[in-house]
C-alpha cells in the first residue's frame, strides 16, 4: 500500500524526507531510550480529521458548538486512562509532558515556593526545578540525585535534606535513573514535612502497567505522564491525581476546589486553550492497546531486554552507571578507559550512530564532564521489544557495540558494515507504524 498517497502528490519534497525518516528508522536500531513505535491505528486517529475542530473547555461544558462527538472521544480517554492506571482523576488535555508538569505547578506552589528535584546532570528533567527552565526560574530547587558512588538514590540524605530545606513538592522521576523507584520511601518522607508527592513517570508507564516496576498511582499526590514514550501513543501529555487534597486547609485555606479541579483548572484556562482533539483521539487509542495483555508482556520483555544487553556489556568489559538495570535503560559509564582508549559519550554516540545505533550522549552521576561532551551513553530497549526483539538479539546488539566503541579510531571504515548487517537484521522484523508485513 502506497504511504501517504495524497501528500506524495501535493507536496512531493515533505513526502520524501517523510519517506526516507522512515525507512531510516525501519533499518536502524532505535535505542533512544524515551522513543517507541506508534501504531497504524494511533497514527491514523492522529491524522483525522478531529485535527479540524475546536472545543475549548471540557466534555459538556465547551466554548463552542458542535463537539456531541467530541465529548464521547474526550469522555472515552479519560475512562480508559483511568481504568489503566486505577486513578482517581486524569487530565488528558497537556500538550506534552512539560505542560503537564507546568500544570502541576500551577496547581500546587505559588512563585518562589521552594520543590525538591534531581537536577539535569543527575538524570531529572528539565521540569523539575532545572535552572534554565521555568520551573528553576519561577521556583526555587533544593536538588537530589543519586548518590556518585553507588547510581543509587540515598534515601537517608534525601531525608536530611527534606527536613532541612522542607520544600512543598517533591518531584520522583528521572530520564536517567536505571533503577527502580520506591515511591513509599519518598511518601514517607514528604509526610514528615506535608509535602505533595508528584511522580513524573513518562519514561516508566509501561512497566508500572505491566507490573514490573513500583507503582506511584497509590501513593502520590499527582502523577505525570507523556503517552509517547514506551506507552506508544501520540505525542501529548497527561496528568493523573486524586481528587481531594490532603494539605487542602494548609495551603489552599478557603479555597472551594479539590485537587482535581485545581488540576483541571491548571490545565485550561490556566496554561493552554483549544485541546488537540484529534491527539486526544490517538490517547484514547493507545490506552486501549496498553490495556491488553500483549502490552502487559510487553512491557515485562522490555525489562528482561535491558537487563540481557546490560550482562552482555559488561561481560565484554564495559561500565555502566549504577552496575546494570531494573528498567528500559541502562547507560554505558566511559570515565575509565575502554579497551585501552579514552571515550567520551558524544563521541561514542556519534560512531554508533554512524553504524546504525541511535542512541544519546548523557551524564553519568558524579560526571567530570560537561553537559555537552559527557561520560555516558544512554541506551534504551523499548522500540527494540516493540519490533519483537528478546535476549538473543541483545546478545548480537552488544556484540555490534563492543565493534563500534573498539574501531573507533577508524570508525568511517568500520561504520559502514555494521550499518549493512544491521539493516539486512533489521528486515526481520515488524516496525509498528511503518512496515507490519515481513
Not at 186 to 199: N, P, Q
Not at 291 to 312: C, D, M
Request: charged share 25%; glycine share 8%.
Amino acid at each position: 500500500m502506497e504511504r501517504y498517497p495524497h501528500l506524495k502528490q501535493s507536496d512531493p519534497e515533505i513526502y520524501e524526507l517523510i519517506r526516507k525518516q522512515a525507512d531510516y528508522e525501519s533499518g536502524t536500531l532505535k535505542m533512544i531510550a524515551s522513543e517507541s513505535y506508534a501504531s497504524f491505528s494511533v497514527l491514523e486517529a492522529c491524522g483525522s480529521t478531529l485535527t479540524n475542530k475546536y472545543a475549548e473547555g471540557y466534555p459538556g461544558a465547551r466554548y463552542y458548538e458542535g463537539n456531541e462527538f467530541v465529548d464521547k472521544i474526550e469522555n472515552l480517554a479519560i475512562e480508559r486512562g483511568k481504568a489503566l492506571f486505577g486513578a482517581e482523576h486524569i487530565n488528558v488535555q497537556p500538550y506534552s509532558g512539560s505542560p503537564a508538569n507546568h500544570a502541576v505547578y500551577q496547581a500546587l506552589l505559588k512563585t518562589g515556593d521552594k520543590l525538591m528535584g534531581m537536577p539535569v546532570p543527575s538524570g531529572g528533567h528539565l521540569t523539575h526545578g532545572w535552572k534554565a527552565n521555568f520551573s528553576g526560574t519561577d521556583y526555587v530547587q533544593i536538588p537530589y540525585g543519586p548518590d556518585p558512588g553507588t547510581g543509587k538514590f540515598d534515601m537517608d540524605q534525601i531525608r536530611e535534606t527534606a527536613r532541612k530545606e522542607r520544600p512543598k513538592m517533591i518531584w520522583v522521576g528521572a530520564t536517567a535513573y536505571p533503577h527502580k523507584i520506591e515511591y513509599k520511601d519518598f511518601r514517607a518522607v514528604a509526610d514528615e514535612i506535608d509535602a505533595y508527592l508528584v511522580a513524573d513517570i513518562a519514561h516508566i508507564n509501561a512497566l508500572i502497567i505491566a507490573g514490573v516496576h513500583p507503582d506511584p498511582v497509590p501513593v502520590c499526590d499527582i502523577v505525570t505522564s507523556t503517552s509517547h514514550k514506551m506507552l506508544r501513543g501520540p505525542r501529548a501529555g497527561f496528568l493523573l491525581s486524586k481528587t481531594e487534597d490532603r494539605f487542602q486547609q494548609k495551603y489552599f485555606p478557603g479555597s472551594k476546589l479539590n485537587l482535581a479541579q485545581r488540576v483541571d483548572r491548571a490545565v485550561f484556562p490556566g496554561l493552554q486553550g483549544g485541546p488537540h482533539l484529534a491527539v486526544i483521539a490517538a490517547m484514547a487509542a493507545a490506552f486501549k492497546e496498553a490495556s491488553t495483555p500483549e502490552f502487559k508482556e510487553y512491557g515485562r520483555q522490555i525489562v528482561k531486554n535491558a537487563k540481557a544487553l546490560a550482562e552482555a556489556v559488561l561481560a565484554k568489559g564495559y561500565a555502566l552507571a549504577g552496575g546494570g538495570t531494573d528498567t528500559h535503560l541502562l547507560i554505558l559509564d566511559f570515565r575509565k578507559p575502554v579497551h585501552g582508549r579514552e571515550l567520551t559519550g558524544k563521541e561514542a554516540a556519534k560512531a554508533l550512530a554512524e553504524a546504525g545505533i541511535i542512541a544519546n550522549f548523557n551524564m553519568v552521576p558524579g560526571d567530570h564532564r560537561s553537559p555537552f561532551v559527557t561520560s555516558g551513553v544512554r541506551l534504551g530497549t523499548p522500540s527494540l521489544t516493540a519490533m519483537g526483539m528478546k535476549e538473543p538479539e541483545m546478545q548480537k546488539i552488544a556484540g555490534w557495540i563492543d565493534r563500534v566503541c573498539k574501531n573507533i579510531a577508524a570508525i568511517e571504515t568500520e561504520a559502514p558494515k555494521i550499518r549493512q548487517e544491521i539493516a539486512e537484521f533489521c528486515k526481520q522484523f515488524t516496525v509498528p507504524g511503518i512496515r507490519s508485513i515481513l
